[in-house]
Each structure stands twice: as C-alpha cells, then as structure tokens.
Nanobody
C-alpha cells in the first residue's frame, strides 16, 4: 500500500519560513503525481501546490511566489518550502498522491492517497 508521512510543521511568526516534507512509500514504479493540500480552521480543504510526473507545477493563487513544491524521487520525498508565511497560512497541511503519468490538478478528488497531516501555525 502507498503511504505518505508528513513532517516539518510547527509554530512560526509571520514572515518566517518552514519546509514541509513528505515521505512516500509503496509505489512499485515512479509514475505518480504529488500535491500539497491544507485545511484551515473552519475552512474546506484546498489545494496548495501540485507536481506532476511530467514535472508540471501549479500553485494556488494565494501562495504563488511564496511557496515552492519540489521532490527528490530517488529519496521518495516531496517538499514544500514556505516563505513569507502569513497568519492565513495557518492550517493542517496534507501530502497527497495518485498514480499518474502526466499531471493532476488542485482538486482533492484527483488524489487517492493521503497523509495524516502536519500542523502549521503562523502568528
């Protein structure tokens, strides 16, 4: 089974940075797409950033220019570098994945596998 385990969350002040990591296991090949989602208090889960198997990247407008998604497939790791954090970035952040040869969007229905989440609090 595919498993995703997030880490790197924490409490920071506005303007600071955090890097989230997601350890990926269980895939038998390298054909999968990855994404980061988040769910703030009282809000719906929303897509933050996606990284296709073809290298395509997309971001939610609210994080463009501040967040960077990347991966090291050799190490089976996905990352989210978050700079210039704002209070509105406070949320539980989830790693998501789906078998794919090209690209997936920011819709949560496009991903079958999810991690348990890591909390990010910005004050």
């Amino acid at each position: 089974d595919v498993q995703l385990v997030e880490s790197g969350g924490g409490s920071v002040q506005a303007g600071q940075s955090l890097r989230l990591s997601c350890a990926v296991s269980g895939y038998t090949n390298s054909y999968y797409c990855m994404a980061w989602f988040r769910q703030g208090p009282g809000k719906r889960r929303e897509g933050v950033a996606t990284l296709g198997n073809d290298g395509s990247i997309d971001y939610a407008n609210s994080v463009k220019g501040r967040f960077t998604i990347s991966q090291d497939k050799a190490k089976h790791m996905l990352y989210l570098q978050m700079d210039s954090l704002r209070t509105e970035d406070t949320a539980m952040y989830y790693c998501a994945s789906d078998p794919c040869s090209t690209f997936r969007g920011l819709g949560q229905d496009e991903y079958d596998y999810w991690g348990q989440g890591t909390q990010v609090t910005v004050s």
